[in-house]
């Protein structure tokens, strides 16, 4: 409801571009977080040039196959060790000064190919590692140019390449479909680094600690003893080297200061006297100098046995020795040795050598450890399988109630819903079952859980399988949330029953202002679901609603980010909002970012005379305060929309209130609209003091919106005109609804309570 008339169309505007770039034949222009792609070829030439990948896709499979040879025949020849620390350090001065991978080059992104593609092709090729040479400063920057060009091929002209190849000769080429497989290559190939470091070791609790006896039985040692021995291993790869450095530095300065009164008591000449180290040090302190040397310049940072003390048993099953694995340069295979197969290191994250177990990569560790041991404990308890699965299920469904219940503290959270519900093209009615529901005021979410994994095969070799896994993780609960909203809509009222059919509620639809079918998955392939287009584009069966697919990783997030339900809220409908809209997001956190820079940002982003715009980079203030929370958490911002005081007091009440129209309407306000509004009631609250009259502060949007600021122990001298005003207000605005918000404050002008009250046109008296 709201004004009469409002049948203006919104036109889009000509915004003009920050900066505008051109690279051969393309035009970049960026708008904001925003970047559009323009093709300057003429259609002659745009032909000229498909037709040239096209005859150039074979050569170039070939180059990838030579140089593929190339870097194996490099790796082959130097000690792996010494490669891997190599490659750690490479990655880790690459990331020194950045808080976001958004700030990395071109050349920073490719040195963690350095450690996961150079790892892969060590456990795929038979190689003597004693005695094997250290890699030289020439030798090292040329198998890093290999890769390095490597990676560029694969991931621009090869699939440039290959698109064009195949549309010249596939009958069947869908040109969708083929934009969707290229992503799914790409994102497979290059992005690493599924959560934050500091949710890794809550997100293994969450998991596998309900698997506990089983992991016992099988390996010694209970879930909460592995994940503790894991997040040291992990710690020492994040944070392992710098915690020397600065053990170092004080060891120095301590090493100084007894070296000093050595030589001021005459008991050592000089700092070249041989018998130094043993004035100095004790026997355990130079065990401890021992360790933090093997620490800042061997191996020992990245030594699992040594630091987890994990059994040879557990070991061996999560490692692979050089030449041991057989599968990623098969003999025959067309893509053998290439990194758009799915990688060794993937599969088990440790290297054996000599007896011992290392691991040099944060992310091949954490990405997907859940899943690996979900595997191992399949292949060594076949008979769990059944029981693992229906854990999974519960537990995924329970992490997902219980953030939703952090996020919106006083919702009503029903877990396990049926409902009787009249089944497509039938007048049966059958019991169906939604995974939850969660009630907040006039919000409605149906929760739909999905604890199945997306699949672990490439998407080059198998995308059958990236199909099917949207299939199952989106469409089809989907689909189970749609049915009721539908049988909600059509009937205006459900009774809701729990597992054993027990009558628990009504719901009535009229209760509802705001309604969204949330699909939670374990398991983050936010590259994809955060892009509404999807399902349509690969033909796979699209939802009658809206919905909201989010991972938990991403839901953990939120949970941090928010601390207001009615924030919260604004934000679902926002996001409700854009997946129904043509932008192209890159991942879930990037709605987040738009929605804090831009509030209502398909709005925003909808102004674009264009069809289509692509965001970029929103995600870099989220990658700073988590960044932050890790190393120093002082300096950890949280990224938030400005909310002046006196607009944030209002919220709070309304959190409190749970009235989260209300808040929607305040909260749609920009941040221009925002700081007008508390400059309002600042000099309302001062001027009413002194001139004893209400001064009503009204917000035309929607819904016409009046606020009146009622102060303590004022008498205010036309109190009894309110009702008045409002109606004359909306008869000359021309609007069918108002609500009036009435603040009250007390002598400090604290805002301590507020009440509500709609008024409707047709109440309006002759």
Known sequence: MGKKSSNKRNKKLKIKPNEIVQNGAYTFARYGNAVEVRNNLTPYGFEYLKEKLAGDFLEICKDINLRIARIREIISNYNPLSLLHRGYFCYATASIGKTSPTQFSHDDNLSCRMVDYVQSIIVSTKINSDNKPEISQEKWDELFNEIKELYTILNVTFHLAKSCYLEKTDPNYDKKEDNIFVLAQMNWALVTGNRYYVYEIQHLKDLLLPHNEIFKNLFGITIEDFIDRIGRLGDSLVCGFADAMDEHKKISDISQSRLDKLIESGKAKDSDDENIPNLLWNDEEKTKLKDLYSRLYYYDLFNVQKITGFSEELLNELSLAPGEDAEFFAEGDEYAGWPLKLLPINQKPFLKINGNYYCFDQHSLFDDLYRIIQRLIFKLASDYKENWNEIQQKQSEKIAINLFRKLLPDAEAIPNVFTKCQLEGSNRHNWCENDGLIIYDDFLIILEV???????????????????????????????????????????????????????????????????????????????????????????????????????????????????????????????????????????LDHLGAYIEHNCYVNYYEQFDRESVMLNAYSEKFDTYHHYLLANPQKAIKPKQNTPSRLEEIIKLLDIQQKSKLASLLLDLGGDERSELHSKLEGALVRQ????????????????LTMFCIQDQINYVNSNEIENYIYANMLISDYSESIALFLKYDKNNLLYGMNSKCYFSEDIPE
């Open 450 to 588: 999905k604890g199945g994994s997306f699949t672990y095969t490439p998407p080059t070799t198998d995308f059958f399988a990236f199909k099917s896994s949207l299939k199952n993780l989106i469409s089809k609960p989907a689909k189970q949330g749609q049915r009721l909203l539908e049988n909600l809509e059509k009937n205006g009222e459900l009774e809701l029953f729990d597992k054993n059919h027990n009558f628990i509620k009504k719901i009535n639809i009229s209760d509802f202002r705001e309604t969204i079918i949330c699909c939670f998955t374990l398991d983050n392939f936010t590259a994809f679901s955060a892009k509404p287009s999807i399902l349509k584009d690969l033909n796979i069966e699209t939802p009658k609603y809206p919905i909201w697919s989010v991972s938990l990783d991403d839901l953990r997030i939120y949970s941090n980010i928010f601390d207001s339900p009615s924030k919260f809220l604004h934000f679902l409908e926002k996001r409700k909002q854009a997946a129904s809209s043509n932008i192209h997001f890159n991942d879930e």
């Open 689 to 704: 003091a002194e001139s004893k009259y209400l001064m009503p502060i009204i917000h035309y949007g929607g819904t016409c």
